[in-house]
């Protein structure tokens, strides 16, 4: 059945924030930065659902679907990228194919999360404890025995980190099945086949723009595919799943809200500011772009930073945990959309300050996160998605992969052929 317009445009919406996110992603890295982004695609999903029971548990999904994307962030992808931009097919598909591999597990583990939340009721309990040991043991054992002992490697000599992801993955999968957590599961598989085709199809997109010499950062092309798609698929599930309506409630017990809310608001922001508002890092930028010593004005966004995220987390953590000393205490559609708005834009700013497109003009992608956001605020009130559930399909699931993955073959045949050897190529197998 044809996806109609309510939940089409939705859809894409959902994509253009985690896709956005994701991009601004790209200039922090690892675990803290993928949360970030994360975080914000689960939000927008959140507000375009427009479902009253979930505000109370947005801040909830919102930093479990963080958790879970920002895992991937442990996972090197660079040597893989760079088999992508190889000569000969063998390589070239190796290196998509892992990249479907790692954008994959990203986005797998990050809806899954997202989806257990959604699913948590008090009819159906889900059991924290056991499902975070499981994904510990799991993402423990395989990497031990896969990399470890059988030695099978994806990006030597670089970290094999994606194998710890990967019993992550499994356990979680596991215990999506054993629990019977359809939705979450629903989830988790279409936002793991939206992350890992976005991946591969984005680093095709980064060759094909570097062949044809597109004045870009093509980089940064690569990194909005692979949240772009993965956004699309986690709301995809998310919107055709069926989850339980929750009862309204007169007074909502916040005192399991704490870490949640300081991990996502607090602990996530300070962690990217902390790991990348460095001296060292900043300073050649800053130096460049205003043609003497920077040591000031480093100093200046350093501080302009660190209160532009400590002062919307302060006002956020008073706002939601004094909830429990209210007779009503439900959050609203308002106080849900202001997090995310605010949220999202901090993100923004920390990118353009630490690129120091205050000053100039020259990443003009950072002026288009800009753009993206406007659309995004402008379009999420006016769209509610309307699609009908549809129950879980292994098989299908099982097509779908399968014809992503002779896609990919064939861009890779279509990469090989437009190009010859290339700054940054690398090769896993040898001829």
């Known amino acids: 059945m044809a996806i109609n317009r309510q939940t089409f445009i939705s859809l894409i919406i959902a994509g253009m924030a985690l896709g956005t996110a994701w991009a601004i992603r790209g200039q922090f890295g690892h675990e803290q930065g993928a949360a970030w982004a994360g975080g914000i695609g689960c939000l927008a999903i959140i507000l375009l659902a427009k479902r009253q029971d979930w505000y109370n548990k947005a801040i909830k999904a919102a930093f479990a ?209 902390q790991q990348s508002f460095i001296m060292k890092d900043l300073q050649p930028t800053l130096d460049r772009l205003t043609g003497g010593d920077s040591t000031g004005l480093v100093r200046t966004v350093q501080w302009a930073a660190f209160f532009f995220m400590i002062i919307p987390a302060t006002y956020w953590l008073a706002t939601f945990s004094g909830k429990k000393n209210q007779l009503e205490a439900r959050f609203s559609q308002k106080e849900i959309s202001g997090l995310f708005i605010g949220y999202f834009l901090i993100y923004i700013v920390f990118t353009i300050l630490i690129t120091g497109s205050f000053l100039s003009f020259y990443r003009i992608e950072q002026f288009l996160y800009l753009i993206n956001f406007a659309v995004i605020l402008l379009v999420i009130p006016k769209f509610t998605p309307t699609e009908t559930f549809k129950p879980i399909s292994p098989k299908k699931w099982t097509l779908i992969l399968f014809l992503l993955l002779v896609f990919v073959a064939l861009l890779s045949l279509i990469a090989i052929n437009s190009h010859g050897e290339m700054p940054g190529m690398n090769r896993r197998f040898e001829f």
């Open 65 to 273: 679907g963080a958790v879970g994307w920002g895992l991937g962030g442990m996972m090197s992808y660079g040597a893989v990228v760079g088999y992508g931009r190889g000569i000969e097919f063998v390589n070239v598909y190796y290196g998509l194919a892992m990249l479907f591999v790692i954008g994959g597990l990203y986005g797998f583990i990050g809806g899954g999360l997202f989806g257990l939340v959604l699913a948590d009721n008090p009819d159906k309990k889900i059991k924290w404890h056991r499902v975070i040991t499981e994904m510990t043991v799991g993402g423990v054992i395989f990497y031990y025995f896969i990399i470890e002992q059988l030695g099978i490697q994806m990006t030597p000599p670089r970290s094999e980190a994606w194998g710890v992801c990967a019993g992550i993955g499994l356990a979680l999968m596991y215990y999506l099945a054993r629990t019977g957590q359809h939705g979450a599961m629903r989830v988790a598989v279409y936002a793991g086949l939206g992350g890992g085709f976005g991946f591969a199809f984005g680093n095709f997109l980064q060759v094909m723009g570097n062949v044809a010499q597109v004045r870009f950062n093509m980089w940064n092309v690569m990194e909005y595919s692979l949240g772009f798609f993965g956004g699309i698929g986690m709301a995809y599930g998310t919107f055709t799943s069926s989850w339980p309506e929750e009862k309204a409630v007169t007074r909502y017990n916040t005192s399991n809200l704490s870490l949640p809310l300081i991990g996502l608001v607090l602990l996530i922001p300070f962690f990217v500011w």
